[in-house]
């Protein structure tokens, strides 16, 4: 089973498989050591970053991520005032807090290389990790893999179901079609099923502690969007939009006659306001929800608030079932597909996520099994072939709008798919599949590499 506590991570930006991955993969690594008794011995670490890491490494904080990881940092922890000074140490007086207790001598020319020439073997998100000592001989070396959605492995693992937790669970189910027939036989909701599943796992007040905690943190991360000003990090000097949106919609609202009705697409104006401010807050590097990715991250943060506050009725009970819905939607493309840009492109992240934002709706607002299934497939289908192309390696053209088109449409999908019966052609393990087929199909340079379609088109890059 793939749990809430899986998809829905609390991290910084700007990139889950490029950021929180090898942050997560550099501080294993380092357990390793100390659990082995090496961690004294080391005199030197090197990491090499391969595939896509390496290609877009520099404009996903890769190397930073890595540089925290091995400093014992992790994303849903870490403090900006204390990376900010490991990083100063480490890249500007070539000091390394190597587990945190350890201090060894670290320089980023020679210790940290993008080794854009070697492709890796096994998964385009490859990160080499070698401890030595002082006569040179290798203490440690690992090899993990960053598989998207911050999930990490060993890479002689990748190709396995990453699975975190091993207990049995009373409903498993590997397919859409499996879903619906266990809420068909035990009457059940989707959301109920997934809950009934993480309960098997971990007591009720941890499992709703985890989800009011996601949800604190994306509402959060609107409300620190919405009033940041200024450029985002970068060569682009990409300008931060949200506030200046943010101002004018409210001054829009502000002129309206009360006897006058709201214009139809306001709430919708607002939801790409929501989607883009935490885009931007992810592209600064700040604190987000990989959901089920960090490229991914307004989307549903986007949706969520828009039933919050725009839908007649909403509840915190509404809210949590929105969650687990979409972690089963999420489940699915992650088994069955993948959530990773360098794997299938930005159909597997925006896609995906546009897909659980529909199912979670739908759940919220107190939709059958079946249109909580057809929400999920209207999401996904519409993404299909979307590429992975972010301009000058960074998380942010297209990306930041992407995730606004993406609520969008998951807000769309939802409705077509609570104005039906659940009766449809296409099934979303059919759409999931294609996804799959697609992704498989498209070539390297539309996958996270920077190497194709917009990412080539920008004249500055």
């Known amino acids: 089973m793939i749990s809430v506590f899986d998809?829905?991570?609390?991290?910084?930006?700007?990139?889950?498989?490029?950021?929180?991955?090898?942050?997560?993969?550099?501080?294993a690594f380092v357990l390793t050591l100390e659990e082995a008794g090496l961690l004294g011995a080391v005199t030197r670490v090197e990491a090499v970053l391969l595939g896509s890491l390496a290609w877009t490494g520099e404009g996903h904080a890769t190397g930073p991520a890595t540089i925290l990881g091995l400093c014992a940092e992790a994303p849903d922890t870490v403090q900006p005032e204390v990376a900010a000074q490991l990083l100063h140490e480490a890249l500007g007086e070539h000091r390394l807090h190597l587990g945190?207790?350890?201090?060894?001598?670290?320089?980023?020319?020679?210790?940290?290389?993008?080794?854009?020439?070697?492709?890796?073997?096994k998964h385009p998100n490859t990160l080499v990790l070698r401890a030595t000592d002082?006569?040179?001989?290798?203490?440690?070396?690992?090899?993990?893999?960053?598989?998207g959605g911050g999930f990490v492995q060993p890479e002689a693992e990748v190709g396995a179901t990453p699975i975190a937790d091993t207990a049995p669970v009373p409903y498993p189910f590997t397919s859409g079609e499996e879903l619906l027939?266990?809420?068909?036989?035990?009457?059940?909701?989707?959301?109920?099923?997934?809950?009934?599943?993480?309960?098997?796992?971990?007591?009720?007040?941890?499992?709703?502690?985890?989800?009011?905690?996601?949800?604190?943190?994306?509402?959060?991360c609107i409300e620190r969007g919405v009033r940041a000003e200024g450029h985002l990090p970068g060569r682009l000097r990409v300008r931060r939009r949200a506030a200046a949106l943010r101002a004018r919609l409210d001054a829009a609202?502000?002129?309206?006659?009360?006897?006058?009705?709201?214009?139809?697409?306001?709430?919708?104006?607002?939801?790409?306001l929501y989607a883009i401010a935490v885009n931007e807050e992810n592209a600064a590097g700040g604190r987000v929800v990989t959901a089920p990715t960090n490229g991914a991250a307004g989307v549903i943060p986007a949706v969520l608030r828009y039933y919050r506050d725009h839908c007649p009725g909403a509840t915190p009970q509404g809210m949590e079932d929105f969650l687990l819905a979409a972690t089963a939607i999420g489940t699915l493309c992650k088994l069955n597909a993948s959530i990773s840009g360098a794997e299938v492109g930005c159909q597997g992240e925006v896609g995906s996520?546009?897909?659980?934002?529909?199912?979670?709706?739908?759940?919220?607002?107190?939709?059958?099994?079946?249109?909580?299934?057809?929400?999920?497939?209207?999401?996904?289908?519409?993404?299909?072939?979307?590429?992975?192309?972010?301009?000058?390696?960074?998380?942010?053209?297209p990306c930041i709008e992407r995730n606004a088109f993406g609520a969008q449409k998951a807000i769309t999908a939802a409705s077509l798919a609570l104005h039906g019966?659940?009766?449809?052609?296409?099934?979303?393990?059919?759409?999931?599949?294609?996804?799959?087929?697609?992704?498989?199909?498209?070539?390297?340079?539309?996958?996270e590499t920077s190497q194709g379609g917009l990412a080539v088109s920008f004249p500055e890059c």
């Open 353 to 397: 996520a546009c897909a659980m934002a529909a199912a979670g709706l739908a759940a919220a607002l107190g939709g059958t099994n079946a249109q909580v299934e057809n929400a999920a497939e209207i999401g996904m289908e519409h993404h299909l072939g979307m590429t992975c192309d972010p301009v000058g390696g960074l998380v942010q053209i």
């Open 253 to 272: 609202a502000g002129r309206n006659d009360p006897a006058l009705p709201a214009p139809p697409h306001a709430a919708m104006d607002r939801v790409s």
């Open 181 to 220: 027939a266990i809420g068909a036989r035990t009457g059940l909701t989707v959301a109920a099923i997934i809950r009934r599943n993480e309960l098997a796992l971990r007591p009720e007040a941890e499992v709703s502690a985890h989800l009011r905690a996601v949800t604190a943190v994306m509402m959060n």
């Open 7 to 27: 998809l829905f991570k609390i991290g910084i930006g700007p990139s889950s498989s490029h950021t929180v991955g090898p942050m997560r993969a550099a501080a």
């Open 100 to 121: 945190g207790t350890r201090v060894i001598r670290f320089d980023p020319a020679t210790d940290l290389r993008h080794d854009r020439d070697t492709p890796p073997p």
């Open 421 to 447: 019966d659940g009766a449809h052609h296409v099934s979303l393990d059919q759409v999931i599949n294609t996804m799959r087929r697609t992704g498989a199909d498209m070539h390297s340079k539309y996958k």
């Open 134 to 147: 002082a006569a040179g001989a290798t203490l440690l070396e690992q090899r993990w893999c960053s598989v």
